[in-house]
């Protein structure tokens, strides 16, 4: 079975400095690659995916993320964030067949001013 | 276009006693899913619907939870009786297709609180 391993619980970063959430997956076979974003008191809003094709993927809100097969990585970046990206961001997976979205245990990116 | 509609947003009750919690997801989109997501932790999938039909419960506690989608939208989650290790938010998500590439699009969550 698929998991996924969020390396960091907790990221503090000063406000316009480059930010960077880690990302790292097991799985047996091709995997499709998610980060989404929670607000507090609000739900899951998608950031970026990977399916196929260019390993670096951009997002919104001037996120990406890169895909590293040989690493299975898919660590997510930013290179100035704001007050706004406070929130908890989670990394999750699903393999390439019917199977439901594996999430990690989340970051919580807190950006101070 | 609505988004995934949940009810309610927060609820407390006691231990032993049961609750349900509604989901209405975005028009057309065939799959839903009920996640728990206990503080601290990612959510998890509790049950996956594929129109009326269960693909995935695996992790349903069937002794005390049981969900429904009877028509194929809305759908129904319900915990009974409550324990206090089920204080958590529950997500209701949907999809537009069965294939593994698609989107998640989430509610709000409804917060449970037990006593």
């Known amino acids: 079975a698929q998991s996924v391993t969020q390396l960091d619980s907790q990221v503090p970063v000063f406000e316009e400095a480059p930010v960077e959430l880690r990302c790292n997956y097991s799985s047996s076979v091709s995997v499709y690659l998610f980060w989404y974003v929670q607000y507090p008191n609000q739900g899951l809003q998608l950031l970026l995916k990977y399916l196929s094709g260019s390993t670096l993927v951009k997002g919104i809100n001037g996120f990406e993320a890169e895909f590293n097969k040989s690493q299975t990585s898919f660590h997510l970046r930013k290179p100035s964030v704001h007050i706004s990206d406070t929130a908890e961001y989670f990394c999750?997976?699903?393999?390439?067949?019917?199977?439901?979205?594996?999430f990690g245990k989340g970051t919580r990116l807190s950006v101070i001013a | 276009e609505a988004g995934v509609a949940q009810s309610p947003r927060y609820k407390i009750i006691e231990k032993r006693q049961s609750v349900a919690f509604w989901c209405n997801p975005i028009s057309g989109h065939a799959t839903l899913y009920w996640y728990q997501q206990i503080l601290g932790q990612g959510p998890k999938l509790l049950i996956q619907f594929q129109n009326n039909g269960v693909v995935d419960d695996s992790q349903l506690p069937k002794d005390r939870f049981s969900a429904e989608r009877l028509k194929g939208v809305d759908s129904t989650l319900k915990i009974q009786p409550a324990k206090l290790e089920d204080s958590a938010v529950y997500l209701c998500?949907?999809?537009?297709?069965?294939?593994?590439?698609?989107?998640?699009?989430f509610g709000e969550g409804s917060r449970l609180t037990v006593l």
């Open positions: 998500a949907s999809s537009l297709e069965r294939v593994s590439s698609g989107e998640l699009f």
């Open positions: 999750a997976v699903r393999l390439s067949g019917n199977t439901p979205l594996v």
